[in-house]
T-cell receptor
Framework: AQSVAQPEDQVNVAEGNPLTVKCTYSVSGNPYLFWYVQYPNRGLQFLLKYITGDNLVKGSYGFEAEFNKSQTSFHLKKPSALVSDSALYFCAVRWALYNFNKFYFGSGTKLNVKP | EPEVTQTPSHQVTQMGQEVILRCVPISNHLYFYWYRQILGQKVEFLVSFYNNEISEKSEIFDDQFSVERPDGSNFTLKIRSTKLEDSAMYFC??????????FGPGTRLTVT
């Protein structure tokens, strides 16, 4: 079955340090991969996506993510974390060939950036 | 920058009542969605809507739920005979022909 996993409920990092938020997906067809961020009492904001092409994609607010087909992963990264990056991050997957309109979301990872 | 809007931001209703959650998608978008997020849980797909009909729905989206695009701008989710377990944040989303979906701020539904 199609699914996406975020193995860490919470990630803690000091301001200025690099951050990684992990995401893996089940192997099934060609995935379209997305990262969203949710601030308290707000909706989901689109950060970046991988559809095809270069495995390293860059998005909003200095975030980037690397698509790794062999490891079925799409980890979110940022070279230098800011306190304002503290939020809930969701990975989402769509599959190209079936359930075309359906986004599968991970369970979310809470990122805490400490000053 | 255009945004998806949702009203109300918070709806409290009694068990057994009907509620209608409203969304105004971004104007040139073609695909419309409803998701829900029960407190502390993941965001779950409910339904997608394209060309004035449901294109896909999840197992959650049973006969209790319905969607409508009554006037070309609004996109509504109706929940009939609400149950306690319907309490959640309900997110509307829309997208153009490209891939990413744009989400509204959500409606918090509390069923008492």
């Amino acid at each position: 079955a199609q699914s996406v996993a975020q193995p860490e409920d919470q990630v803690n990092v000091a301001e200025g340090n690099p951050l990684t938020v992990k995401c893996t997906y089940s192997v099934s067809g060609n995935p379209y991969l997305f990262w969203y961020v949710q601030y308290p009492n707000r909706g989901l904001q689109f950060l970046l996506k991988y559809i095809t092409g270069d495995n390293l994609v860059k998005g909003s607010y200095g975030f980037e993510a690397e698509f790794n087909k062999s490891q079925t992963s799409f980890h979110l990264k940022k070279p230098s974390a800011l306190v304002s990056d503290s939020a809930l991050y969701f990975c989402a997957v769509r599959w190209a060939l079936y359930n075309f309109n359906k986004f599968y979301f991970g369970s979310g990872t809470k990122l805490n950036v400490k000053p | 920058e255009p945004e998806v809007t949702q009203t109300p931001s918070h709806q409290v209703t009694q068990m057994g009542q009907e509620v209608i959650l409203r969304c105004v998608p971004i104007s040139n978008h073609l695909y419309f969605y409803w998701y829900r997020q029960i407190l502390g849980q993941k965001v779950e797909f409910l339904v997608s809507f394209y060309n004035n009909e449901i294109s896909e729905k999840s197992e959650i989206f049973d006969d209790q739920f319905s969607v409508e695009r009554p006037d070309g701008s609004n996109f509504t989710l109706k929940i009939r005979s609400t149950k306690l377990e319907d309490s959640a944040m309900y997110f509307c989303a829309s997208r153009p022909a490209s891939y990413e979906q744009y989400f509204g701020p959500g409606t918090r539904l509390t069923v008492t």
